[in-house]
Structures are given as C-alpha cells and as structure tokens.
C-alpha cells in the first residue's frame, strides 16, 4: 500500500513555548479572559507593531467590528473597502449597519487601486477599511492622504499581514486604528484570536469597554453603552505569546518559501506571481500565482490536478461585489482587474512549515498542469 503524500495549503507550527504557556494556564487555572498571558500578549504585541495600544479579542472578524464601532461608524453611513478581500471586511461594516463600497484592485499588489477611491467617495462615506492582502502592503501614503484630504477615518485590516512593512514602518501603525487575525492558518496563530492596535488613547478606551459587555471602566457592573463579549482567554493568548516570540522566525520561514516559490516559477509565462514593491516588505501570508490569459485550462481545472498529487491549493477570494449579500449594493460597478484575480488565481501551500523539495515537488506539478515554460 503506497501512502500519498498530502500537502496542505496552510498548517500552524508550534515549536516554541506555547505548550509550556498553556499548562501553565491549566496548572494554574488561569483559563478565562483575564490572566497574565493577555496582559503579556497584549502589550508585546503593541511594541511589535510599534503602538501604544493592544486590545485583545476573539477573532479577527470582531477586531474590525469592535474598530468599526470605536470610530463611530452607525447606520447609513458608508465605508469603502476593497472588493478583493476576505468576506469579513466587508461583512464587519453591515454588522454596524452601514454599507459597504466596494473599490476594484491594483494589477501588480492586488491590493485596493487608491487612484479609484476618490470617485467612490460621497457625503455618507466616514473611512476607508484597507486590507494588506496576502501579506503585501497597500500604499499607505497614497491613502492616507485622500482620507485627509476628505476627512474620514483609515482602518488596516492587518490580518493577513503580522509583520509586513510599508518604507521600513510597520504595518498596524500607519492609520487610525489597525485589526489583525490569529486564525489558524495566519501567519502567527492563537486557535481563534484577534486584535486591535492603535496610538490613540480615546479609541483604546472604546475598544476595551465595548469587548468587556460595555461596562464602565471604573463602576464595575454599569453598563452604560450595549457592548458584547469579544474577549480572548488566557488560553488563547498563550499561544499567541509563544507564537509572538518567534515571530520573526515564521517571517523569515514564510519569506524563504517565497523566494523557493520564485525561483522554480519566475520564467515560467503562464503565471503571474505576487510581487514585492521597492517599497515594501512582504510576509507572504499565501503565496499565489494568476494564470496569463493565454492559459486555456481554467483554474479550477488546474486546481483539481493539484489536488490529484496531494497538494492543496485556495481560490484567490470570490470578489465581495460577486457574492450574494453584495451583488445589490454594487450594481452596474465594474471590478474587471478584481474579477480575472477571482477567477484566474489560487494560493499555493504557504506555511513556515513548508520544506525546500516541497516546494520544488509542488512548483514543478503547477508547471506540468499549466503548460510549462513551452507554452
Ligand atoms: C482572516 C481574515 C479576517 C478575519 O479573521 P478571523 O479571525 O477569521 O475572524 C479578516 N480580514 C481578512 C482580510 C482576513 O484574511
């Protein structure tokens, strides 16, 4: 019986402190949501992303609710966020009520195009939601000054980017508020888990009243505002110090994978691969390649032979404007750069984990499915 290999597309590695931590947890029954671990995490994870602040809270998708909130946004108000992103984004501003706007890609960061914002913007519109996809930084200068210029707030949906910088700053610090991931398979991982970075003390305050049921921080059980429970255990938080301690390892691991990726696959012209701005540090959150249109085999085709080998890839994400909660709202909207993504591209295994004759097994199965370099 021949055993087939499997490689997944993501997988967290957990080789440093995090059993220790979390038997400390159990040992001490320290389990809930208070614990020295979330003060810990909280506040080394504030000086990884260079911020005052850290907000700890149970998922990524919260972190923007509990931001969203923080900012004020209510309902009838309109945020623009970009139409190629995970479908929590655009969801987080519907939990608040408001709508969603929904803005095409650039064709090399796949990133929100920022020289198509200002045509969306109206005198509903109170911020911008800017999602680091896949581990590339948006230009963040670009942004921000429009949302100067027009007065509205600037969220980084930061969670696929821990780590990622933008002229040498790191991203998390560079607008109002920032939101990150600890999902399972993000580059550094709680189980569940998220967080809300800032430098601004009133937003902070705001966050924690809001994630704690919107208790009064000095009258303990007044609630003078509807909050929720969004809070991370001790458990969870953990992980996320023992992970945070070799952060860098799971970038430097991530970027080495990258760069495996590039060298079996940069002459190859069926495939567009991820790009790394001169400007920019990219932490390769999901390494993905694009078919050139001159490919006739269409993704999912190539796809299902991947899977035949036991590689498992991802669909690049299905454009918010194509999914059905959204197609209403961006009606008569045209996202072509957006749309060949979607349907054109996939990630890769992607993971710290990843060996160098993987990657070389993988990168030469995608070079036999689309065509090769004789295309
Ligand atoms: C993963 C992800 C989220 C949501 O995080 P969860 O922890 O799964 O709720 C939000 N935005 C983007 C861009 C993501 O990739």
Known sequence: MTTKRFIPVAAPVLNGNEKAYVMDCLDSTWISSSGKYIERFEQNFAGFCAVKHAAACCNGTVALHLALMALGVKPKDEVIVPTLTFVSTANAVVYCGARPVFVDSEPDTWNMNPNLIEAKITPRTKGIIVVHLYGHPVDMDTVMSIARRHKLFVIEDAAEAHGAEYKGRRIGSLADIATFSFYGNKIITTGEGGMVVTNDDSLITKVRQLKGQGMD???????????????????????????????????????????????????????????????????????????????????????????????????????????????????GQRFPVADRLGSRGMNLPTWAGLKREEVAFISGVVKECVGGPAL
Do not use: C
Request: aromatic share 14%; no cysteine; charged share 25%.
């Open 217 to 331: 921080p000095n009258t303990r059980y007044w609630f003078p505002v509807v909050g929720y429970n969004y809070r991370m255990t001790n458990v969870a938080a953990a992980i996320g110090l023992a992970q945070l301690e070799r952060v860098q390892w799971h970038i430097d691991r991530r970027r080495e994978v990258a760069r495996w990726y590039y060298e079996s696959l940069k002459d190859n012209p069926a495939l567009i691969l991820p790009v790394e701005k001169e400007w920019a540090k990219n932490v390769y959150w999901m390494f993905t390649v694009v078919l050139h249109d001159d490919v006739t085999k269409n993704r999912d085709q190539v796809m299902k032979e991947l899977a035949a080998e036991g590689i498992e890839t991802r669909p690049v994400f299905y454009p918010m404007h194509t999914l059905p909660p959204y197609t209403r709202l961006s009606r």
